[in-house]
């Protein structure tokens, strides 16, 4: 079999001009073709791509698979290992060790308490909208500021202080500064927060960070986990939310769908993550010789994993391009899957339920103020794909 694999030259980027919320063309070819390809990484090492969204719920749950920093095999670049905390990027048991901590403060029903939090942090956006109105780039006024309020606060980042974190985490984030922007931007983080972790342990508060003092991590590692937090709480969520609300603006009838059956919100949110897939592209490395779909993927062999084609995968759902709200298939792999699966996945799902009810809600007639192919998106090359300004009215 393995000598009629597809092999796809480079990782596919390009998406079809208006069609923002598709994964690119060739990438939806490849998997057409079947669930594993070969591929040439950026670095001109050879690699897998898988596209099948079994092959790639597998590979997410399988141990033979690493997914260390360092072991990520793309040719002539040479990647150090994750720092101290910054435990995405590591396997078990190092992983463990990391997470273990953090898992009583994310759970359903904790995230659930912070829902009432959630509205009025959106209640107040959504004010500042109604004054600043009828035109707005949803993205300053609502994706953004909703999901780095909650993190700030989750941190015990002082009020006062979160402009200019916000600004530097935005700077690294957003995939568009040039490198010396980016590490200052980067470096200015990492010294915030290790002075952060050091207030909390001289004068502990209420938050998530100054409870994560009592255990047994140092202070290097707390600023690996914080940044990790910082990462995962709100970059991928400020583009939900943008993205989000940028894909019900184009689908007229999922919107006035959601908006005559406010309860079918739930099923929204987890349709618009399968549909969206913000966070598009994992990486695993083999670490030793694995059969997968009639190859043999060689130990050191790195694997990239396509969320966003695995998430329109035909054989697992119906229609699987089309957004639906009423959907009933769940198991989506936008939060990823295995030990690795988003631990603030509950929190992203309150601050989208909580979110879009409200901003629907407010803004009956919310609209797009610019044509649909004016609208600013992330380059693709970028680690989440989103939205960089979404200007919109109502009235």
């Known amino acids: 079999m393995s000598e009629s694999v597809h092999t796809v030259a480079a990782m596919p980027t390009e998406r079809r001009p208006g069609c923002?919320?598709?994964?690119?063309?060739?990438?939806?070819?490849?998997?057409?073709?079947?669930p594993i390809s070969r591929i040439t990484h950026l670095g001109g090492s050879a690699g897998w791509l898988v596209t099948g969204y079994d092959m790639v719920r597998s590979v997410l749950a399988d141990p033979r698979f690493s997914n260390r920093k360092e072991l990520m095999n793309f040719g002539d670049?040479?990647?150090?290992?994750?720092?101290?905390?910054e435990f995405l990027l590591m396997d078990d048991p190092q992983h463990s060790r990391y997470r273990k901590p953090l898992v009583g403060r994310?759970?359903?029903r904790r995230m659930r308490l912070l829902t009432e939090r959630v509205e009025q942090v959106t209640a107040e956006c959504l004010d500042?909208?109604?004054?600043?109105?009828?035109?707005?780039?949803?993205?300053?006024?609502?994706?953004?500021?909703?999901?780095?309020?909650?993190?700030?606060?989750?941190?015990?980042?002082?009020?006062?202080?979160?402009?200019?974190?916000?600004e530097n985490v935005d700077m690294f984030m957003n995939g568009e500064a040039?490198?010396?922007?980016?590490?200052?931007?980067?470096?200015?983080?990492?010294?915030?927060?290790?002075?952060?972790?050091?207030?909390?342990?001289?004068?502990?508060?209420?938050?998530?960070?100054?409870?994560?003092t009592d255990?047994?991590?140092?202070?290097?590692?707390?600023?690996?986990?914080?940044?990790?937090?910082?990462?995962?709480?709100?970059?991928?969520?400020?583009?939900?939310?943008?993205?989000?609300?940028?894909?019900?603006?184009?689908?007229p009838e999922q919107l006035a769908a959601l908006r005559?059956?406010?309860?079918l919100v739930d099923k929204a949110v987890e349709e618009l993550l399968r549909y969206l897939s913000v966070a598009k592209t994992f990486w695993r490395t083999a670490l030793e010789d694995v059969e997968l779909g009639g190859v043999t993927i060689k130990a050191g062999t790195t694997v990239t994993l396509s969320i966003n084609t695995a998430n329109r995968d035909p054989e697992r759902y119906a229609d699987p391009d089309v957004l639906d709200v009423r959907r009933q298939e769940s198991g989506h792999l936008a939060f990823s899957h295995g030990v690795h699966q988003c631990l603030?996945?509950?929190?992203?799902?309150?601050?989208?339920?909580?979110?879009?009810?409200?901003?629907?809600?407010?803004?009956?007639?919310?609209?797009?103020?610019?044509?649909?192919?004016?609208?600013?998106?992330?380059?693709?090359?970028?680690?989440?794909?989103?939205v960089k300004r979404l200007p919109v009215a109502w009235g």
């Open 20 to 34: 923002p919320f598709d994964p690119p063309e060739a990438l939806m070819e490849a998997r057409e073709r079947g």
């Open 77 to 85: 670049f040479e990647i150090p290992p994750a720092a101290p905390g």
């Open 106 to 108: 994310f759970t359903v």
């Open 128 to 166: 500042a909208m109604e004054k600043a109105g009828p035109g707005v780039d949803l993205v300053a006024a609502f994706a953004r500021p909703i999901p780095a309020i909650i993190i700030c606060e989750l941190l015990g980042v002082p009020y006062e202080d979160r402009g200019s974190f916000q």
């Open 178 to 212: 040039g490198d010396e922007e980016l590490i200052a931007a980067y470096a200015a983080v990492q010294d915030y927060l290790a002075g952060l972790v050091a207030a909390k342990r001289a004068n502990p508060t209420d938050d998530v960070l100054s409870e994560l």
């Open 215 to 251: 255990s047994d991590l140092t202070d290097e590692e707390l600023r690996g986990v914080s940044l990790i937090l910082l990462a995962a709480g709100l970059d991928t969520t400020t583009n939900m939310l943008a993205l989000g609300a940028f894909a019900l603006l184009r689908h």
């Open 260 to 263: 005559a059956e406010p309860a």
């Open 344 to 386: 603030g996945q509950q929190l992203a799902r309150v601050e989208m339920r909580v979110a879009f009810s409200a901003l629907l809600g407010r803004f009956p007639t919310l609209r797009l103020a610019v044509p649909a192919e004016e609208v600013d998106l992330r380059p693709e090359t970028a680690d989440i794909y989103g």
